[in-house]
């Protein structure tokens, strides 16, 4: 069964940066695409970011284009994200999940069906 862990969660400044982490306990993530999630508080859940299962192809949600970077280590496991020049806006859970997919098609929940349990990001304005 496969399960995600979320790391790297905390408080920083606004412009500040964070890098989050998600291990995944799976023969194969390499079989996977790979996406972030946030829900920020009274806010629907948003994509931010996937990978897609071999680290070729990336998507991103408009809000953090040109801010935000995932990254992925097969081998390691583990899936990445780099989050620079942080805003009030941008604090929430962040989670990873992870689509039956190789490709990235789109950031839609409905397309993920593996989910970690999330970690905190608070950016204090």
């Known amino acids: 069964q496969l399960r995600l862990v979320e790391s790297g969660g905390g408080s920083v400044h606004p412009g500040g940066s964070l890098r989050l982490s998600c291990r995944a306990s799976?023969?194969?993530?390499?079989?996977?695409?790979v996406a972030w999630f946030r829900q920020a508080p009274g806010k629907e859940r948003e994509g931010v970011s996937c990978?897609?299962?071999?680290?070729?192809?990336?998507m991103y949600g408009n809000s953090v284009l040109g801010r935000f970077t995932t990254s992925r280590d097969n081998i390691k496991n583990f899936v990445f994200l780099q989050m620079n020049n942080l805003k009030p806006e941008d604090a929430g859970i962040y989670y990873c999940?992870?689509?039956?997919?190789?490709?990235?098609?789109?950031?839609?929940?409905?397309?993920?069906?593996?989910w970690g349990q999330g970690t905190a990001v608070t950016v204090p304005s």
């Open positions: 999940a992870v689509s039956p997919g190789r490709r990235c098609s789109s950031l839609k929940i409905s397309e993920y069906t593996s």
């Open positions: 990978i897609d299962n071999v680290g070729g192809s990336t």
């Open positions: 799976v023969t194969h993530l390499d079989f996977y695409a």
